[in-house]
């Protein structure tokens, strides 16, 4: 966090993605290539666990089965794609891939499954290596 930036809040739910040993994330290409757990902003008058099955859909093609929240964190970083600077709140939840639908359709993102354990050190940003890392510790 940069004390003389303003941010806009940008509430968020994001899935970790279990299936035996193995983690569904997403891999966007820009900004910056990274993998991420899939999600992202809730819409407004939108409910986070339909913004969850909304934001998983477009970044992965999968449908999913939500378990439990995991809890939430809090994100300061530049958004290119919308021009400003935010405030990410960051709700965890953690779900099952149910099927695959069809192909991402938000561009730039392809579906990608990683060995859980490699993707503690492949995921973008600390938070989601966090919850992924408290999401393996617990039963499930």
């Known amino acids: 966090m940069k004390t003389a930036q303003s941010y806009r809040r940008r509430p968020g739910v994001y899935a970790v993605l279990l299936e035996g040993d193995q983690i569904l994330t997403t891999f966007q290409d820009a900004p910056k290539p990274e993998f991420q757990l899939p999600g992202g902003g809730i819409d ?6 339909a913004a ?7 970044e992965t093609g999968w449908s999913i089965r939500v378990t439990r929240r995991l809890g939430a964190f ?4 530049y958004m290119p794609e919308y021009e400003f600077w935010a405030e990410k709140l960051c709700t965890i939840y953690l779900a099952r891939p149910v099927r695959p ?4 359709t938000e561009a730039g ?3 990608i499954w990683l060995p859980a354990i490699e993707a503690l050190d492949l995921l ?3 938070g989601d ?4 890392a408290r999401a393996l510790v617990q039963p499930r």
């Open 74 to 77: 809090r994100r300061f970083c």
């Open 129 to 132: 290596r966090a919850f992924l």
């Open 52 to 58: 969850l099955h909304r934001e998983v859909m477009e």
């Open 124 to 126: 973008g940003n600390a």
């Open 44 to 49: 407004r008058g939108e409910q986070p666990i």
């Open 101 to 104: 639908i069809g192909p991402p």
């Open 109 to 111: 993102h392809s579906a």
